[in-house]
């Protein structure tokens, strides 16, 4: 596969304008998280976790919109043969991803912090991977904030029940289960969209 070809997958999926969203992000993270990690009050405490979840949550909104083009006939002639294409964009994309926002989590390092942030990009993008190959790309993301807002309504829980895996994203850096259950979503998710892609409509 040639260069010119990756190229025009690139700007097909909108990947350029992805990257710098993901900056863009990265950046407002970091101006919304300096002052709420001086606020060590009980109102800073919980918006600092608002961010620390919402955060990951964009990134995978963002990295969700490669996941389709913009010819549904296309996506349905190639979606069995171009793995590659698909799995390579988004484990660069959330490494990305991971990577700008682990930068800016040194707000809270004991509690939130980079781990936080890290292990909410790869279970979120996994979770929305994996969800677009269901109910296709656009909508991807709705299941992702609907779990999302109920973690943050029940708050951090005991680590070592099951209804931490459950609230993985709200649990402290050093909870195991909810770094098993992000990782397992994320390598699942890469899996799955690499080997079905998104569900593409064959309405007319």
């Known amino acids: 596969m040639n260069v010119r070809l990756l190229v025009l997958h690139a700007r097909a ?9 993901l900056g863009a992000l990265a950046a407002t993270s970091w101006a919304l998280g300096t ?8 109102a800073g405490s919980a918006n600092l976790l608002m961010l620390t979840v919402m955060a990951p949550l964009v990134a995978a909104v963002l990295i969700s919109s490669t996941f389709s083009g913009a010819d549904d ?12 294409l698909r799995a390579g964009p988004l484990a660069i994309l959330t490494l990305l991803a991971s990577v700008l926002l682990a930068l800016t989590g040194g707000w809270v390092p004991q509690g939130l912090g980079a781990q936080a942030l890290v292990r909410g990009v790869v279970g979120e ?12 790309a656009r909508a991807s993301w709705v299941p992702a904030l609907v779990l999302a807002i109920v973690a943050l309504t029940r708050g951090p829980t ?7 895996v459950l609230t993985w994203q709200v649990q402290p850096s050093d909870g195991r289960a909810a770094g098993v259950a992000a990782l397992v979503l994320g390598v699942t998710g890469l899996a799955v969209h690499a080997r079905c892609g998104a569900r593409v409509s064959t309405a007319p």
């Not at 999926?13 to 969203?21: E, K, N, S, V, Y």
């Not at 006939?73 to 590659?84: D, F, H, P, Q, V």
Request: net charge positive.
């Open 13 to 21: 999926r909108r990947i350029p304008g992805i990257t710098a969203g």
């Open 35 to 42: 002052p709420l990690a001086r606020d060590s009050g009980g």
């Open 73 to 84: 006939g296309l996506e349905l002639s190639t979606r069995s043969r171009w793995a590659a």
């Open 125 to 136: 993008v996994g979770l929305v991977a994996l969800t677009a190959s269901i109910i296709g």
């Open 158 to 164: 005991d680590p070592a029940t099951s209804a931490a």
